[in-house]
């Protein structure tokens, strides 16, 4: 048994049901978020330099998850792993950008 989240006793099916309930929360809070920057690249005024902006900061990401892994001694595959997946998510709003930059020099 485990603690649950004031203290009391939780069997495996309470904490199973805790922990699903806690990652469905989250994804909500991600589609929420996800709606709010389709918002914003809509409305920007420049998606050439929103794109160039994403572009510097995940590089920037990138080389700050290494050395933090490397400062505390984490294992190098699993930074890399975090990583790729947060690069992959990054192609994809470079992807949206893309198309918002195309659109955007339409008349």
Do not use: C, Y
């Amino acid at each position: 048994m485990a603690l649950g989240f004031i203290g009391e006793q939780m069997q495996d099916d309470e904490r199973i049901l805790a922990l699903e309930k806690l990652t469905m929360d989250q994804a909500h809070e991600l589609m929420a978020v996800e709606l709010m920057l389709g918002a914003m690249i809509v409305s920007h005024p420049n998606p050439g330099s929103l794109k160039q902006a994403l572009e510097a900061l995940s590089g920037d990401f990138a080389d700050k998850l290494r050395d933090h892994a490397f400062d505390t001694n984490r294992a190098p595959k699993t930074a890399q792993a975090v990583a790729q997946s947060v690069e992959a998510h990054v192609t994809r709003w470079l992807q949206i950008l893309g198309r918002g930059a195309s659109s955007d020099a339409k008349p």
